[in-house]
């Protein structure tokens, strides 16, 4: 992936992640936060390989390992 991509998909990142937790305070729905947080995380990880920043990336993987369970709960409620 280049960088340049790696740089826009860490932009939109953040505005998936505003507009989810946003979202997320007006419904009061914890899911709508945790599924933001999934795909904005998902989408920051290129940029942190390019950027070589091991300690966000790991960081990255442990929002998505969280975030999992917790949409896995709102699918069997």
């Known amino acids: 992936m280049?960088?340049?991509?790696?740089?826009?998909?860490?932009?939109y990142s953040v505005y998936i992640g505003l507009f989810g937790y946003a979202a997320m305070l007006l419904t009061a729905d914890v899911r709508i936060g945790a599924a933001s947080k999934l795909v904005a995380e998902v989408l920051r990880i290129p940029y942190f390989r390019?950027?070589?920043a091991k300690d966000m990336e790991r960081l990255s993987y442990f929002f998505i390992i969280v975030s999992i369970p917790i949409l896995i709960q709102g699918i069997f409620k």
Request: avoid cysteine; charge should be positive.
């Open 2 to 11: 280049s960088r340049p991509l790696a740089w826009k998909l860490k932009n």
């Open 50 to 52: 390019k950027t070589d």
